[in-house]
């Protein structure tokens, strides 16, 4: 083999590897765009999930029209009070969750154990509620909040804006 052919042979090498790579990194930056449970290891779902793919993941799920209610209290964790989960035609596009109360000590750590891991794009306090934003772009909206009135009641929220915004439509009509 000639120099001019095995240089030819590297490069394309080198370029399909960069590629590769950068194919590899762009994966694990992409954001997952589903309802994926902040505090508690729980099944990924995916925007849009049908109730059924929601059953299979959640057993324990009851039908309410067009939510379904998972009673999640004897979770191992022993915080996680329910979730609720929301379709609209027959696509999940939000998730609540009923987390249970906090003293102010495990809200303390709480705060922040969300703040270093996810960092928390903001913070609202009128004195008895107090909302935390994780997420806020087109693909989910994450939000906890906390009920001072009711002993730091702690409650989140997953939502998909485009399905939500679609239902909200709808409901109007």
């Not at 979770?75 to 329910?82: A, D, K, V």
């Not at 002993?151 to 939502?159: E, H, Q």
């Amino acid at each position: 083999m000639n120099k001019n052919k095995i240089i030819k042979i590297v490069r394309y090498c080198f370029l399909v590897f960069s590629l590769s790579i950068f194919q590899v990194s762009c994966q694990k930056n992409k954001e997952f765009t589903g309802y994926n449970d902040l505090l508690y290891n729980s099944p990924a779902l995916l925007w849009g999930a049908s109730i059924e793919e929601v059953k299979s993941k959640y057993p324990n799920i009851e039908e309410n029209g067009f939510s379904g209610y998972d009673d999640d209290k004897n979770n191992l964790t022993g915080q996680i009070q329910s979730r609720m989960f929301f379709f609209y035609d027959n696509q999940l596009y939000m998730v609540l969750i009923n987390y249970g109360t906090y003293n102010d000590d495990e809200l303390s750590l709480l705060r922040n154990n969300l703040q270093k891991k996810y960092g928390i794009h903001l913070i609202e306090d009128n004195g008895t509620l107090e909302n935390w934003y994780i997420a806020d772009n087109e693909n989910n909206a994450t939000a906890f909040t906390i009920n001072k009135l009711e002993n730091n009641t702690v409650r989140g929220s997953y939502i998909n804006p485009k399905l939500r915004d679609e239902h909200d439509k709808n409901i109007d009509k």
